[in-house]
């Protein structure tokens, strides 16, 4: 935070391996898309001297070598990890993807951090779905700091955008967010816009000018020692207010001079307890320069400020049968637990798992013991197994820098783990244990596929499982009732790249085709069937005759079958068969396609042969005589109907229950929740929220979630079943 003394850029910027916690910090960066986050990490890796002026590494690739499908896509996509070196510390940048589609890549790289960077575009501001996540790491204590981008672009006011800033994340103490560095601008240009050129240490009180492409420390002069003196009592009042020295305050208020040092510190240490977040500003450096403004205070904030991973406490680990246990932080020494925070398919190296060690040390070629997360419900296979590590990298781009080993603290690439999945806990093969998985968002915006031809058909069920097992954030279905192979995800953006990634990782082509929803029939009122299934055409013969009624059940009742035969008219071994036509022909549905439902069936009279009549017979039969039943009577669509929880912002609480009422949805109640935000809770047909996860988020910018359980199947109106019929029969 102050002028401290750096590190030569060079070698020592290309971080390796740790050597112990204490030298590690581990930053993710989280801001919303275009905020400037990936722009933000090259800059950083120039100025710690990781890449050269022309943004590249020694052996090859530059920090922006990711994704094939980032490029095309012109946006982030996923998790990605930036190890640099400034002055001796291993500084892990977890670049995270800011568009809501990929919040599961965020939410990985929140679990594996142990301080935040909220990158927020001065051009831009702040947004909502920003501020959640603001909320969500104050909720858990998690040290935070915001650095402002786009100071190049018009009208941009970092004075303004600290405002802001203060007003968005202070909460009930703005002065827990201020600013350390006032910005230096130089001449206005045709355009009336003065650029920030540099910055004025606040504690320090040392201007430090970028105009060159290097850092110039030089003192202030003239007009700007007012204006640093006013800004920079704030600061000092600010920093005091959470200091643990509760004499500070009573000594600087009276007069006592307290020195940049004891400043200094005590910044730190309450940047690193999460109760003072820093607001500074950063730019990326002009073609040929060596450092981007403000890269080197950023820097400095991350190795002095931000906590080690010492002062970050493990998630909660249990033994495979449950019981806790407790593990001592971060020590290289302990018992192995590990955590894969992301899992890719590179086409050279195979499989590789990003994997962040919580305690003792991870070894090449060692055997772990792999523990499934138990994402059964969501097309994940369950595991447990032992597996033996592969090469250990450290990632940059597409260059992978080999490591002999990996301390707690720390993160790494670890190759050909053919059975880890992203949330898995890799531990001893002795001492197996498993850590708390982290919360995922439910996926909710359905994607119905089908393979595009034979030889797709036959690499399907593998390119899905691989994709499922990347990102926990996807659902894979085996619908029974459509008959549908349903990839559940987040949105449009999310559902893209996993078609993108089926066909260009995998190699399989598919077809995305209308999503159906799991209807039913029921009949609408008692009616009566004649089944009768009578053959003579040479050889052996067939012969079956039942009567039966049909009449509704209340909801969720079945399918029940009750014989009332008497005198024998069906014998009593064909009674089972004609239950069983009828059980068949209910599963295929007699109007629509669509099972059929909460209706009792009574056989009441039929007839045999001694010779001809069989079990297919009557079988045949019996659905003979369900389909006349259907044919006479009123047959009901049955449409589930699922609750919906939405949480919106107060602002948009009109516009949500409006919407929600022209889906055909009844509104149940609303709460008041924290935030300035609203519950609704409204029972929806789910055939009317297909595609609800895309439009709530245009109709709240971004800021509502909700979440959806079936709760029953109940009638379609007429007008809507009668289109729906319309529609089956066309197919058909």
């Known amino acids: ?109 929140l679990r594996a951090a142990d301080a935040a960077l909220f990158v927020v575009s001065a051009a831009d501001g702040v947004d909502g779905s920003t501020r959640m996540v603001w909320d969500e790491c104050a909720a858990v204590g998690m040290p935070r700091a915001i650095v402002v981008t786009h100071l190049e672009a018009a009208r941009a006011d970092l004075e303004e955008m600290t405002r802001i800033c203060a007003e968005a994340f202070g909460g009930d103490d703005p002065d827990a967010v201020l600013p350390l560095y006032l910005p230096l601008r130089g001449p206005e240009g045709p355009d009336g816009h003065a650029p920030v050129t540099g910055l004025i240490g606040l504690l320090t009180r040392k201007l430090f000018d970028y105009s060159s492409g290097e850092r110039v420390a030089n003192e202030p002069v003239g007009d700007q020692v007012p204006l640093i003196e006013e800004a920079r009592g704030r600061l000092i009042e600010g920093i005091i207010s959470e200091s643990e020295d509760e004499t500070l305050m009573d000594r600087y208020l009276g007069g006592e001079d307290v020195d940049v040092k004891t400043l200094i510190d005590d910044a730190e240490r309450a940047v690193a307890r999460g109760v003072f977040f820093p607001v500074l500003a950063a730019a990326p450096a002009a073609p040929g320069a060596r450092q981007g403004l403000g ?138 244990l498993v850590m708390e998985p982290w919360e995922m968002p439910d996926p909710l915006l359905p994607l119905a596929i089908e393979a595009h031809s034979k030889a797709d058909e036959d690499k399907l069920s593998q390119g899905l499982s691989r994709l499922v097992a990347e990102d926990p954030t996807m659902r894979l279905e085996q619908n029974q009732d459509t008959h549908q192979v349903v990839l559940w995800c987040l949105g449009e953006a999310h559902a893209d790249v996993a078609l993108e990634r089926l066909r260009s990782r995998y190699g399989v082509q598919v077809d995305v085709v209308p999503h159906r929803v799991s209807l039913r029939e029921t009949f609408g009122g008692r009616a009566s069937g004649r089944g009768r299934h009578v053959k003579q055409s040479g050889g052996h013969g067939q012969f079956a005759i039942c009567e039966i009624e049909v009449e509704p059940l209340p909801n969720g009742s079945g399918i029940e079958f009750v014989d009332k035969v008497v005198g024998g008219a069906v014998p009593r071994q064909f009674v089972p068969s004609v239950e069983k036509g009828v059980r068949a022909q209910a599963q295929k549905g007699v109007a629509a396609g669509h099972p059929l439902v909460d209706v009792r069936v009574t056989l009441l009279d039929g007839k045999a042969h001694s010779v001809d ?92 979630r909700f979440s959806r359980r079936y709760v029953r199947h109940e009638p379609m109106p007429p007008q809507v079943a009668e289109r729906v019929k319309g529609e089956a029969h066309a197919a058909s």
Not at 345 to 362: A, I, M, N
Not at 375 to 387: A, P
Request: proline share 5%; net charge negative.
């Open 613 to 704: 009549s069989s079990d297919a017979a009557f079988q045949t039969a019996g659905a003979l005589a369900l389909r006349e039943a259907a044919a006479d009577a009123r047959i009901h669509l049955l449409e589930p109907v699922a609750e919906v929880s939405v949480l919106v912002g107060d602002d948009y609480v009109g516009a949500v229950m409006s919407d929600l009422s022209g889906r055909r949805g009844r509104v149940l109640g609303t709460e008041q929740s924290p935030g300035g935000r609203t519950l609704i809770r409204a029972e929806v047909p789910e055939i009317e929220i297909g595609r609800y996860a895309v439009d709530l988020r245009s109709l709240s910018h971004g800021t509502a």
């Open 1 to 109: 935070m102050g002028d401290k003394a750096h590190t030569h850029p060079g070698a020592a910027g290309r971080a390796q391996a740790a050597d112990r916690p204490t030298s590690v910090r581990n930053v993710v960066l989280v801001g919303h898309s275009g905020s400037g986050k990936t722009t933000l990490v090259e800059a950083l890796a120039l100025t710690a001297g990781a890449v050269n002026r022309a943004g590249r590494v020694e052996d090859g690739g530059t920090v922006s070598d990711h994704d094939e499908i980032e490029h095309r896509q012109q946006r982030s996509v996923q998790l990605s990890l930036v190890p640099v070196e400034w002055n001796g510390i291993k500084v892990n940048l977890l670049d995270t993807p800011g568009y809501a589609d990929f919040v599961g890549e965020l939410r990985a790289g």
């Open 295 to 432: 890269t080197v205070e950023l820097l400095d904030l991350i190795t002095g400020g931000f906590p080690t991973p010492l002062e970050h406490g493990t998630p909660a680990v249990t033994t495979l049968d449950g019981r806790p246990r407790e593990l001592k932080p971060c020590d290289p020494d302990a018992p192995l637990v590990a955590e894969v925070v992301k899992t890719s398919s590179d086409p050279y190296v195979g499989r590789l798992s990003l994997v962040r060690v919580f305690s003792g040390t991870l070894r090449a070629d060692q055997t772990v013991h792999v523990s499934g997360h138990g994402l059964t419900d969501r097309g994940h296979e369950d595991h447990d197994v032992d597996e033996r590590v592969g090469a250990l990298s450290t990632p940059f781009g597409k260059v992978q820098r080999p490591v002999s080993h990996v301390i707690a603290g720390d993160l790494a690439c670890v190759a050909k783990l053919s059975r880890a999945e992203t949330g898995d806990t890799l531990s001893s093969k002795d001492d197996p």
